[in-house]
């Protein structure tokens, strides 16, 4: 079935550094993909999405690019903050399903 | 334009006993997805509601089982709790047949 594999965590980064969250997907049809952040305590943002190959998601300068051909949706942001801290996950939904397949999600600290 | 609500925020229950969490969806949405998320793990489906009936379940026992009333809102009841079911319940509404969905604020669920 559909699935999500996304880069363990946790991930520890000094404020202004770069960063990069892998995630690859497994999926039978044309899924769009997610990213959604969960700050502690609270329930899931929607962060950006993609709905085809090539299209490119951004908000708050984080982008990812959907990328049919290695099957990923990497996320990045270029100078992460702290208050960027927090769990990240990749999702995907295909048209086939009506459900939402998670990845396990990782773990972001920005330290000053 | 209230986003998704769900209640209680947090429940103890003794293991054996049934639960019931509500979910209002965001206006203009009419289909409601429960998910679990267990500890330090991405939420898993449940199931989805629409027009008052399940449309698709995902992997969890008859234990689990919901309603969606004429308003669109929506009930998740957990019977024969087991200490397992311990986790995050989450609730997320959508338009039918679009992929985003926003997701509420989470009831915690405590087993003991």
């Known amino acids: 079935g559909d699935s999500v594999t996304q880069m363990e965590g946790p991930v520890t980064l000094s404020e202004e550094a770069f960063l990069t969250i892998n995630c690859t997907y497994t999926a039978t049809g044309y899924p769009s993909l997610f990213w959604y952040v969960q700050y502690p305590g609270e329930g899931l943002q929607l962060l950006l999405k993609a709905t085809k190959a090539d299209d490119k998601g951004s908000n708050k300068g984080f982008e990812a690019t959907y990328r049919k051909e290695t099957t990923s949706f990497h996320l990045e942001k270029g100078s992460v903050q702290v208050s960027d801290s927090a769990v990240y996950f990749c999702?995907?939904?295909?048209?086939?399903?009506?459900?939402?397949?998670f990845g396990a999600g990782t773990r972001l600290t920005v330290k000053p | 334009d209230a986003g998704v609500t769900q209640s209680p925020t947090h429940l103890i229950k003794t293991r054996g006993q049934q639960v019931t969490l509500r979910c209002s969806p965001k206006s203009g949405h009419d289909t409601v997805s429960w998910y679990q998320q267990a500890l330090g793990q991405g939420p898993q489906f449940i199931f989805q509601y629409y027009e008052e009936e399940e449309r698709q379940r995902g992997n969890f026992p008859d234990r689990f089982s919901g309603h969606q009333f004429p308003n669109y809102s929506s009930e998740l009841n957990v019977n024969a709790l087991l200490l397992g079911d311990s986790a995050l319940y989450l609730c997320a509404s959508s338009l039918a047949y679009t992929y985003e969905q926003y997701f509420g604020p989470g009831t915690r669920l405590t087993v003991t």
């Open positions: 999702a995907l939904s295909d048209p086939s399903n009506n459900d939402m397949r």
